[in-house]
């Protein structure tokens, strides 16, 4: 069986020789790995105490029959530049298929800001080989960096340990065997920038193969991310979902979830004594109303939806100007600026509100006043964390990787 692993990078060199380095401590080494430089501005190379550890490519052919490797030894390794910028799918997809037609029996498909546990490739190489599995994944935990996100991720979005079958599996870290690479097709027909780990992961389910994710222990993210970029990504991935139910079930059964979900992280945000969680809990349900009211989840006229729900964001933050600065500089950001609080209330000043209308101003400060339950904690969010959270933004090393 020939191991092959793949990886990307595009200027993320000091993530990737990380990984690279961390690969010594694996109980189970791929034959080769093939790096995937995505246009990266200054090109990708081995730094000088990496080249005496991997091999070049002679390695692949040397090393096929003797995959996977155990020990200290560490595989062959290439660089490749495709003539283009191809983004996180297309870069998979390239890779993965290149790695399958060099002659990989299996291929290990890894991001270069992801780490694994010790026996965790030799674990998940057993259970890909198994009838009908299709890919074995993980969901990273976060790492320990001490920023407000990072500790509001491992405190609400802590990864479940154990090996599970899941409907998902995001891209982070996939093992995956030749036939079911042949047999779905794999990315050829995904043509968008992102989201290849939700098409692969529909495929393969709609062709009966199991998805698994091995969490005992999991993988680890170590890339630092502004909260804008982390709720962007979920809107991605979670919005939908959202958007779906609220078009079927109507909006007051969507987010009656989310309203639960939120009540008992201000309580936990509370009783930790950290207002900084506040603001991130505002920063994603406010994307999350706003995503809903532009696509018609709150309501028939999508434009009055997000007047309705930015003039409510206005009013509620109007005692608390820092707060309210800093969610429309991160609205903006995450690409909802059309629809965020700076935005009056459009085609009704004075006027009487319509039906639908009063429903989103109904739905908006039901969410909005589990917030308004802790105005000690807004205040100190107000005249401190806030303040905290914006120079992090400022001096964050987001190639920091603190888990290493």
């Known amino acids: 069986m020939l191991l092959v692993m793949v990886t990307y990078t595009h200027n993320d060199a000091g993530l990737l020789n990380y990984l690279l380095g961390s690969m010594k401590r694996w109980s189970v080494k791929p034959a080769h790995v093939f790096i995937v430089d995505d246009a990266s501005e200054e090109p990708y190379s081995l730094p000088g105490g990496l080249k005496e550890d991997f091999g070049g490519s002679a390695a692949l052919s040397a090393r096929a029959k003797n995959s996977p490797e155990k020990g200290k030894g560490l595989p062959g390794l290439d660089v ?211 995503y809903l009211s532009a696509r018609g989840g709150m309501g028939e006229n999508p434009q009055i939806a997000c007047a309705v729900v930015g003039e409510e964001l206005k009013t509620f933050l109007k005692p608390y100007p820092e707060i309210k600065k800093m969610l429309q500089e991160d609205l903006s950001a995450i690409g909802l600026a059309d629809e965020n609080p700076a935005q009056a209330c459009r085609g009704n000043n004075g006027a009487a509100k319509s039906k639908g209308e009063e429903t989103v101003l109904a739905l908006s400060q039901n969410i909005l006043g589990l917030w308004g339950k802790y105005p000690e904690t807004l205040q100190a969010l107000e005249e401190h964390e806030i303040y905290r959270i914006r120079e992090e933004n400022e001096k964050m090393d987001f190639l920091a990787h603190y888990l290493e």
């Open 80 to 290: 490749l530049r495709p003539g283009r910028r191809m983004g996180p799918a297309q870069a998979k997809s390239f890779g993965i298929g290149l790695a399958f037609d060099a002659g990989a029996d299996v291929v290990l498909s890894i991001d270069c800001d992801v780490r694994l546990p010790r026996h965790w490739l030799k674990e998940a190489l057993h259970m890909a080989g198994q009838e009908k599995v299709g890919l074995v994944g993980s969901d990273p935990q976060h790492g320990l960096a001490g920023d407000v996100l990072s500790d509001y991720l491992r405190e609400f979005e802590a990864t479940p340990h154990g090996i599970v079958e899941t409907q998902f599996l995001g891209a982070g870290v996939w093992v995956l065997c030749k036939d079911v690479w042949r047999a779905s097709g794999g990315l050829a027909g995904h043509a968008q920038y992102t989201h290849e780990d939700l098409y692969l992961s529909n495929t393969l389910k709609n062709l009966g193969y199991t998805l698994i994710a091995h969490n005992e222990p999991p993988a680890t993210q170590v890339r630092r991310l502004r909260a804008r970029s982390h709720f962007n990504r979920q809107l991605h991935y979670l919005g939908f979902a959202a958007l779906e139910a609220a078009k079927s079930r109507g909006a007051d059964a969507a987010l009656s979830l989310i309203a639960g979900q939120t009540a008992e992280r201000l309580a936990r945000a509370r009783e930790l004594g950290r207002p900084g969680f506040f603001y991130l809990e505002l920063l994603w349900v406010s994307s999350l109303l706003l």
